[in-house]
């Protein structure tokens, strides 16, 4: 059938099995804007305040369901307000579709109203790109994007469409649903590595996002019991394991538990799997356990040897990876190894509770207790980030959202919007600071005008937290413009958007409020005053090892 390019890619769309693209309009997508009028009966459009808020919800709309997220933005500056939210998704492996309109093909190039090279600005943060100039060719663009996307090692890929293109006729016929995953290839000795495993008496796992994105959690905790192998993960993969674990030592890392880098530290046998050694968790790459051999997995070659050197490596998906180790591997028990672990547990920082103070451990605690294991919880970038990954009784791996690699501050909102969307029937918490919230707090009209329920948990410091918390200790107090003294009022502005707000000053006050707010069917936002002196503790300082842990 003969269809004009809008058609075509919304068609296409549906192909694939969207149903929902984030987005707002503008001049060089009109006609794509008025081909998804004309099938809104087949996908639903939420237009968000602002491009990057759109890019953040395709995000949260894939980490919660496992989909590829679909964005839509006009050319010029729409196009540039993706940007942060397709770095953000690249660099934590997550499938993403952005589309972007062009002006059309005879004006590219003569710096045209809203002209902007897309391709080239975002070729260093996508897996693929691609311009499309002739119509004939754009059903099988959108095809292979959707494809390289969800294949392997997820992540973002651009789709550039002139306008006339997106007018121009062609035929279309309709195709099945690419096919994406993983191949069964898998590169290196499995054999070598369940050996070496069973010979070690001080065996240790650091585990990563790869891990979740493969869905072999079941196999990487039959690995755990049946070696008897403790286990710390990254903030990508929080919720892998169960919280109350026995082998579960949590996060690992320059915020994370001490007895978690101390297993890593004194380990005979490390096994990273599906993580890349970030400088946030190999903070001295030269003493990362270094008694350790230590074997690398990962679905990416590119990572092996690229920031830690691996003694072994395995290259191929987690599971399929796990699947052909585990029968190798023999049921041992390493009881003299988790005695000492058991001595660096008890050494692992517990912070203090008030009953007149709000803490940060406290509202994150409170709120995984009343909200429960279930909810899924979405945090922008800070202290309360490394809060919520410390203290939240994780159970579900694609229940806690957050930006890892890029470390976006104004993520959260619309990730928790898209969440929201993707899940309706699950609580979705969104954990921010007030230096993130300002950021992207615009988004409560989105959260509004569809009434996606999200609650939004503000811990208000009145300073920039985690940049005060270095200048404390590492600058002699020297607050250079991390004290911006703003004098928002969160209930008024959430009340002016349409929400509902609270202000919390107590813990009792933030109880109540929550209670509250769970019970309400409207995008919610709960203030709770913290003190600016309030610290994330343990904390290793960059270029340090564990040896150099600080406490209080």
């Not at 969207?18 to 060089?28: C, E, I, N, R």
């Not at 062609?170 to 000795?189: L, Q, S």
């Not at 109350?244 to 004194?266: D, V």
């Not at 104004?410 to 919230?437: E, K, L």
């Amino acid at each position: 059938m003969k269809l004009n390019g809008s058609e075509i890619l919304v068609n296409v769309l549906m192909e694939q099995g969207v149903d929902t693209v984030f987005g707002y309009p503008g001049g060089a997508v009109l006609n794509i804007y008025d081909a998804l009028y004309k099938y809104s009966d087949k996908i639903t459009h939420y237009m968000t305040a602002h491009e990057q808020g759109a890019a953040h919800a395709a995000d949260g709309y894939a980490r919660a369901t496992g989909k590829t997220g679909v964005v839509i933005a006009t050319s010029g500056p729409g196009a540039t307000n993706l940007v942060t939210g397709i770095a953000t998704a690249y660099m934590d492996s997550v499938p993403m579709v952005a589309i972007t309109g062009n002006v059309s093909t005879p004006l590219i190039g003569c710096d045209s109203f809203q002209e902007v090279y897309i391709a080239g600005i975002t070729l260093p943060i996508t897996k693929h790109n691609f311009v499309v100039r002739d119509v004939n060719e754009l059903a099988d663009t959108i095809r292979r994007a959707f494809e390289i996307a969800g294949s392997g090692r997820p992540g973002p890929v651009l789709i550039d469409i002139p306008k006339d293109v997106t007018a121009d006729i062609a035929e279309y016929e309709p195709r099945e649903a690419v096919t994406v995953g993983v191949t069964d290839e898998i590169k290196g000795d499995v054999a070598e590595v369940a050996e070496l495993i069973n010979r070690s008496e001080r065996p240790f796992i650091y585990f990563g996002g790869g891990v979740r994105i493969s869905e072999a959690g079941d196999q990487l905790r039959e690995l755990i019991e049946k070696a008897d192998i403790p286990a710390a993960h990254t903030l990508m993969a929080a919720g892998v394991l169960g919280y109350g674990e026995r082998n579960n030592l949590g996060l690992i890392g320059m915020h994370g538990n001490y007895s978690a880098n101390c297993a890593t530290s004194r380990s005979d046998v490390l096994i990273a799997i599906g993580t890349r050694f970030s400088d946030r968790v190999a903070l001295n790459t030269e003493k990362f356990a270094q008694h350790a051999r230590i074997v690398h997995i990962d679905i990416d070659p590119s990572e092996i040897n690229k920031n830690v050197t691996a003694d072994y490596s395995i290259v191929g998906d987690i599971k399929n990876v796990l699947l052909k180790m585990l029968p190798m591997i023999k049921d041992k028990k390493h009881e003299s190894w988790h005695e000492s672990i058991d001595e660096w547990k008890a050494k692992d920082h517990k912070p203090a509770d008030s009953d007149t103070r709000i803490k940060p451990h406290f509202i994150v605690e409170k709120t995984c207790e009343l909200a429960g294991t279930d909810a899924i919880y979405v945090t922008d970038v800070g202290q309360h980030q490394m809060w919520a990954a410390q203290y939240l009784h994780h159970t579900h791996p694609k229940n806690f959202l957050t930006s890892g690699g890029l470390g976006t501050m104004g993520y959260g909102y619309g990730a928790a919007i898209g969440a929201s969307i993707a899940r309706p029937d699950a609580r979705v918490i969104h954990f921010t600071g007030d230096g993130s919230f300002h950021m992207n707090l615009n988004e409560l009209c989105t959260a509004v005008s569809y009434n996606v329920p999200v609650i939004s948990i503000i811990f208000n410091n009145a300073v920039l937290g985690m940049v005060h918390q270095w200048q404390d200790t590492f600058y002699g107090k020297r607050f250079s413009s991390s004290e911006p003294n703003r004098v928002t009022n969160y209930k008024a502005v959430a009340e002016g958007f349409g929400g509902k707000g609270f202000r919390c000053e107590t813990p009792a006050q933030f109880e109540q409020a929550l209670k509250q707010a769970l019970v309400l069917d409207c995008p919610v936002w709960i203030e709770c005053v913290v003190d600016k002196d309030e610290k994330v503790f343990p904390m290793i300082p960059g270029g340090k090892t564990v040896k150099d842990t600080i406490f209080n």
